[in-house]
């Protein structure tokens, strides 16, 4: 596939609008981006081109927050979904049925309701499930190998944080976990050609721009609202999966 002018403008527009998403939630721009660009683009060349930067906006997200890191919580999620993604990618090879993956997208809507109209206890002290935890992450890792779609793990740390800057420091430090070993994954496997470099290189100033006016609008905002736009975000992801289910079935 050829880059042309148009299509390079096409590429930053889609990527300037998933980072301001990113930006507000700590989440959420390949739900946006993704699917804007595969209207013109194989996702064979969007994953692999837009992971490098997302790894490094990880990375960028984890440093910052690090004051809110919790490794007791953190690692033990990263790890078990890397053990998910193992069985996740080779499952792949038998063929993906679009009906679970709809139905996948009606469970992450299901939960991102949920998560909007849970009622607080006011009782900031919340004890870590191992077991619901290590079952959620491995879920999550395989579903991240089997359709890309590594989700489930945030309903259950949105539970166990106390604030935004807790949840954007965790939830980005898990995918430079999983985004690592994608990446090497990609790189084995022959997938990063120069079309994907395009990508990676129209990506960036998109991401430092449509992070630093998701940075900005984020100061504006209260605790209650940046929780309202990170459940919203979740509840998208789970339309974007259902819609793109339903349209490509397999």
Request: hydrophobic letters at 55%.
């Amino acid at each position: 596939m050829e880059m042309t002018l148009d299509l390079a403008l096409f590429i930053f527009a889609a990527q300037f609008i998933g980072y301001i998403v990113k930006g507000l939630a700590g989440f959420g721009n390949p739900l946006i981006a993704n699917p804007i660009m595969a209207m013109r683009i194989d996702n064979l060349q969007i994953t692999p081109g837009v992971l490098p930067v997302d790894m490094c906006v990880n990375i960028y997200i984890s440093v910052k927050n690090r004051k809110s890191f919790i490794m007791k919580l953190a690692i033990p999620i990263a790890v078990c979904i890397m053990i998910g993604v193992v069985p996740g990618t080779l499952f792949l090879k038998v063929g993906t049925q679009w009906v679970i993956k709809a139905l996948l997208g009606v469970f992450i809507i299901g939960l991102g309701v949920e998560m909007l109209t849970r009622k607080e206890n006011g009782n900031t002290e919340r004890k870590n499930h191992p077991v619901v935890m290590g079952l959620v992450s491995l879920v999550s890792g395989f579903l991240s190998g089997l359709f890309g779609i590594n989700m489930l793990f945030l309903a259950y740390l949105n539970r166990y944080v106390s604030n935004r800057h807790q949840f954007r420091a965790n939830v980005c430090f898990i995918f430079c976990f999983e985004n690592v070993f994608r990446l090497i994954m990609y790189a084995v496997n022959g997938m990063l050609n120069g079309f994907t470099l395009w990508i990676t290189a129209l990506s960036v100033p998109a991401a430092v721009l449509g992070l630093w006016i998701g940075g900005r609008i984020d100061l504006k905002l209260s605790e209650k609202k940046a929780n309202l736009i990170m459940n919203l975000v979740f509840i998208l992801g789970g339309l974007s999966i259902l819609v793109k289910a339903l349209i490509f079935k397999a």
